[in-house]
């Protein structure tokens, strides 16, 4: 500590005072207080910055020697330092505008008496410090709190609670195989279940199962073996309303996945976004914003990595972002500290129950936020608008259809910021590489989410060369006059209406794909307006087509509109028929499992065909 206040002074002329004076429960704390105060003030004759180490202590004790109510005592008296030093320097520091940092530690506190102890001080110094920013930001003064071991504490009991206890991995994929290390590293009694066949696994996964002589249960009926275990740890894609799971729950198993306690555990800040559309934009723009602005930044969830078994790497001063799909926020207890819902359409209703289930999931990312939180969400959406009434923290809205008095809006392709019913330009379709105005929404969303992190300027720096992501209206090549865009990403009809309205020219639209049971109806419309020609594919071609002949109908129109059974089929089909100054679009506007592997390879495998012509 000396060595670290002889740097600072010496790089950066800031002088630092440290005063251990206890603060103990029944003592004159507040005589302490205000004499070490007066010893700040007649040494510098002036206080900036005040840090308190508000800790749970209980140094040196074991259970043996002392009470709960003593540990409470301990407890307690890391709050009342922090309140008698706030009270103390708050003249000073609204003197010289300064700020406050509520340092929340939590030293020789040990076993379940130690870490319940610095759960109820962290969240009371948690508490502390959200009443005085409120109350303190009119007079300038900046109050912050830092909890840097509650991240470890409850990794630690976590690490303690699976030893020896019976785990279950539902779901074996390439992303789970760190989760898999890392319970046989801790010693945890592990079984894996999977729906494949097992010669449909990868013979690298399974000869590691064999050697961390790992139970595996394989196949259609692989649940029937879920009994008996401590801890579930479900894929996205095996809903918790499953039997076998809600079985093992009533029976007093824990059903969770690696997000969700990854964001219980995180040491920093948690940004997740959400959306039936927009997600991975969002969430990657988001990303790129914060590392260009110096942050260390995890991308998880739907992209990037697994991070859960990266938790001992991840600092406080660390963000994490998240792009989160309703598998993954269905039955989660917890939320990110800063979360964005970019619209709710139907989605995925051939795995969920029903729409409501679906909707419910997708709000899971903001309710069980504390009222720090910031919830970022589509004002121009019913169901998300409607959220802004049970958020607990703070809601930011966007909107690319209304003006706001607060948030950020787009008008006439001009991304806005507005504060109080003033609109101030932050940045126009003209500036930046992306396409469309969904885009655009997309932009404000990420705004919105890094708006108390980053300085706006710096930020759009980040969106005017941020060029977008693979697979959403990618151009793959200019070919005799005519542009090929890969929209694979384009899994619903929403999502194909916006890659419809970013362009103004002629459009050769192929799509199509596996059918999710969702209404093509509301893109008949776009399809008429917008298309010169339609090539469809996949299992929802009949849809498609079904509901663009009614509107022709309806609008007394015709439209040249095919049929292939292929992709490679409706690719030199769009070869053949494109003029120049037409653009060939590729967006689906459905899901890939008709043909492909995932949306991935469909794009992957748009670019590569297109590339050989």
Excluded at 163 to 173: F, S
């Amino acid at each position: 500590l000396e060595a670290a206040k002889e740097e600072l002074e010496r790089l950066y002329g800031i002088k630092v005072l440290t005063v251990q004076a206890d603060v103990n429960a029944g003592a004159d704390n507040e005589a302490v207080v205000n004499n070490v105060v007066k010893q700040a003030m007649d040494t510098y004759g002036r206080i900036d910055v005040l840090i308190n180490n508000a800790q749970a202590s209980a140094s040196g004790v074991t259970l043996a020697d002392h009470t709960t109510e003593q540990f409470d005592l301990a407890m307690y008296s890391g709050l009342y330092a922090a309140f008698y030093y706030m009270k103390a320097c708050y003249p000073y520091l609204k003197e010289t505008k300064g700020s406050v940092v509520n340092f929340a530690s939590g030293a020789g506190l040990f076993g379940n008496y130690g870490q319940c102890s610095y759960a109820a001080a962290k969240e009371g110094i948690r508490g502390l410090t959200r009443v005085a920013a409120n109350e303190w930001a009119k007079d300038g003064i900046n109050v912050n709190v830092v909890c840097p071991l509650a991240w470890t504490a409850q990794l630690e009991q976590f690490e303690k609670d699976i030893e020896k206890k019976k785990i279950a991995v539902i779901g074996i994929g390439v992303s789970n195989i760190p989760l898999i290390d890392y319970l046989h590293e801790k010693k945890a009694e592990v079984s894996v279940f999977d729906d494949r066949e097992e010669d449909k696994i990868s013979k690298d996964i399974l000869e590691k199962l064999k050697k961390y002589n790992f139970k595996c249960y394989f196949g259609k009926r692989n649940l029937d073996n879920l009994h008996g275990f401590y801890l579930i740890f479900r894929s996205p894609s095996c809903l918790p309303t499953k039997p076998e799971l809600e079985k093992e729950a009533q029976r007093g198993a824990i059903i969770t996945t690696e997000i969700e306690q990854l964001i219980k555990m995180a040491p920093c800040k948690v940004i997740g976004i959400t959306g039936s559309d927009g997600k991975t934009t969002t969430t990657t723009l988001t990303a790129r914003i914060l590392e260009d602005a110096g942050y260390k930044v995890y991308l998880g969830g739907n992209i990037g990595i697994p991070l859960f078994t990266k938790l001992n790497e991840i600092k406080p001063e660390d963000l994490i972002v998240l792009e989160l799909s309703s598998f993954q926020l269905m039955g989660m207890k917890v939320s990110p500290d800063i979360s964005a819902i970019t619209n709710i359409t139907p989605n995925h209703l051939n795995v969920h129950k029903d729409y409501q289930e679906y909707i419910n999931a997708k709000k899971n990312i903001y309710r069980n936020q504390k009222d720090t939180g910031i919830l970022v969400i589509n004002a121009d959406n019913d169901l998300t608008r409607e959220c802004q009434n049970d958020a607990k923290g703070d809601v930011i809205l966007f909107s690319s259809k209304q003006k706001l008095d607060y948030g950020f809006i787009v008008e006439n392709g001009i991304v806005k910021e507005c504060n109080d019913g003033i609109r101030k330009h932050i940045v126009s379709q003209d500036e930046i590489k992306l396409k469309g105005i969904h885009n655009l929404e997309n932009i404000c969303t990420a705004l919105a989410l890094t708006k108390k992190l980053v300085n706006t300027e710096k930020a759009v720096d980040t969106i005017k060369e941020f060029a977008g992501v693979h697979h959403r209206l990618e151009l793959v090549r200019t070919l005799n006059g005519v542009e090929w865009y890969n929209d694979s990403a384009s899994t619903t009809p929403t999502r194909g209406i916006s890659a419809l309205k970013s362009f103004n020219k002629e459009i050769v639209l192929i799509a199509g794909g596996a059918d999710k049971n969702l209404d093509y109806t509301p893109i008949a419309k776009p399809i008429v307006e917008k298309v010169k020609s339609l090539i469809l594919i996949g299992q929802t071609a009949n849809k498609i087509y079904t509901a663009v002949k009614n509107e022709l109908e309806n609008q007394n129109k015709t439209l040249d509109i095919h049929m292939c059974e292929t992709f490679r089929e409706s690719l030199e089909l769009a070869k053949r028929i494109a003029k120049p100054g037409q653009i060939v679009l590729f967006s689906p506007a459905s899901t890939s499992f008709d043909m492909f592997k995932d949306m991935y390879d469909r794009g992957d495998q748009f670019r590569e065909e297109v590339n050989k012509f």
